[in-house]
């Protein structure tokens, strides 16, 4: 019975690998040529490389204080400009930058652990449907940055706490787009082939299930990156964010608010680098999406 189960695990994956290393470069072709997806990826590199090198480049602390040098407009001396402190808004939004990216990766990757595992519980094992799904809609029937909020009074101000909100507030989403892959692939032949022939649960999942639901779940992840750099920035506007002086695109929007009139560089250029971060990672959404997304596939 092992060496039946050991074969047909080999001959049920043979589709899979087979489909994996004969679209690969199509794929990476497809996802090249598409106008979003080569926009996306291009603005999110440049937005990753500022801020990453123009802190190191500049070598200003975004945390200097100079009062001599408050309100300068952005020029040749300070680029973007300096605020109320006289700090330089160029190392203070590339710092800000840092934080966004930093806290939407860590919301992805929890995203990716834990909607991915509630969500191939939840479709595979149908005890597990109904009181799974129906936590999932508990949450979910909050609206998002309520529910974000709610989660950051009660847990305080911090990053990691942020982190940990705003990934308590997307799982749901991710675990329902997972589940419903699932509960189509396992009524798949070669998965029902592999229940017969007596493979284990987890061997199926790991080995025939989840690896053909990854396109749908890398969708929705890229998508899941633009709501958490947008929900992190609001929070840091309400103040439930990183505590001052960090930096971070909503706190200091949330700091310019209150000189517009004399200063509108101070909350313009944090929302546009924001506003750019946003557009990028749905531009690359919407690729992956036209490409990846099976059912647009068979529509054209």
Not at 83 to 112: E, P, W
Not at 267 to 272: A, K, S
């Amino acid at each position: 019975m092992a060496e039946d189960v050991a074969t047909l695990d080999t001959v049920a994956a043979v589709p899979v690998e087979a489909r994996r290393s004969s679209t690969r470069w199509d794929t990476l072709f497809r996802l090249l040529r598409h106008p979003s997806f080569r926009t996306g990826i291009i603005l999110t590199a440049l937005i990753v490389l500022a801020a990453i090198f123009v802190p190191i480049i500049s070598g200003v602390d975004p945390d200097k204080l100079s009062m001599r040098t408050r309100f300068m407009p952005p020029g040749a001396a300070f680029l973007f400009g300096t605020d109320n402190f006289g700090r330089s808004q160029l190392a203070r939004v590339a710092y800000g930058a840092r934080l966004s990216l930093l806290i939407g990766t860590a919301v992805v990757l929890l995203n990716a652990v834990f909607g991915t595992l509630l969500g191939a519980l939840a479709g595979y094992f149908r005890r597990l449907d109904n009181p799974l799904m129906r936590f999932n809609d508990a949450l979910m029937a909050f609206p998002a940055i309520l529910l974000a909020i709610a989660l950051t009074a009660v847990l305080g101000r911090s990053i990691p706490n942020v982190i940990l909100a705003l990934s308590i507030v997307y799982v749901p989403r991710t675990a329902r787009i997972v589940r419903a892959s699932v509960l189509v692939i396992r009524q798949m032949e070669f998965v029902q082939a592999a229940v017969a022939a007596g493979a284990g649960h987890w061997r199926i999942l790991r080995r025939h299930i989840l690896p053909n639901s990854m396109a749908p779940l890398i969708v929705q992840l890229s998508f899941l990156f633009a709501y958490a750099v947008l929900a992190e920035a609001t929070l840091s506007f309400l103040g439930l964010g990183a505590e001052p002086p960090t930096p971070t695109w909503g706190n200091i929007m949330a700091e310019g608010r209150q000189y517009m009139r004399e200063a509108p560089w101070i909350i313009t250029i944090p929302g546009g680098a924001l506003a750019m971060t946003v557009l990028a990672l749905n531009l690359l959404g919407d690729g992956l999406r036209d490409v990846l997304d099976p059912r647009l596939k068979i529509q054209q």
